[in-house]
């Protein structure tokens, strides 16, 4: 599976971005795909995550402001991003593995190249 992250730009605190990973692969319903962040100077952290039956799991920096979806006949996962903040400021990536969602960056098989979230106050 090949990921290709995008969406990512320079907004304004309060703002909104969706970012989208696109997978290459037939069977990419059966992959769950998270989406993580690394900030400068920080460690890549869990921010959303969807199963291949639709669960979902948020961090809670995440959770009421962040939506994951997806869209299984364009290959595709979205990450709406709503109400943003300075300290969204990060790399987002995206990231897949089979079946279950997890929350840990070594539990995922799969990584896209990241899109550059740039959040100003």
């Known amino acids: 599976v090949q990921l290709q992250a995008s969406g990512g730009g320079l907004v304004q605190a309060g703002d909104s971005l969706r970012l989208s990973c696109v997978a290459s692969?037939?069977?990419?319903?059966?992959?769950?795909v998270g989406w993580f962040r690394q900030a400068p100077g920080k460690e890549r952290e869990f921010q959303a995550a969807i199963s291949w039956d639709d669960r979902t799991n948020y961090a809670a920096s995440a959770k009421g402001r962040f939506t994951i979806s997806r869209d299984n006949s364009k290959n595709t996962v979205y990450l709406q991003m709503n109400s943003l903040k300075p300290e969204d400021t990060a790399i987002y990536y995206c990231?897949?593995?089979?079946?279950?969602?997890?929350?840990?960056?070594?539990?995922?098989?799969?990584w896209g190249q990241g899109t550059v979230v740039t959040v100003s106050s």
């Open positions: 692969g037939r069977t990419f319903e059966r992959y769950a």
């Open positions: 990231a897949a593995r089979l079946w279950a969602m997890m929350t840990m960056n070594g539990d995922y098989d799969y």
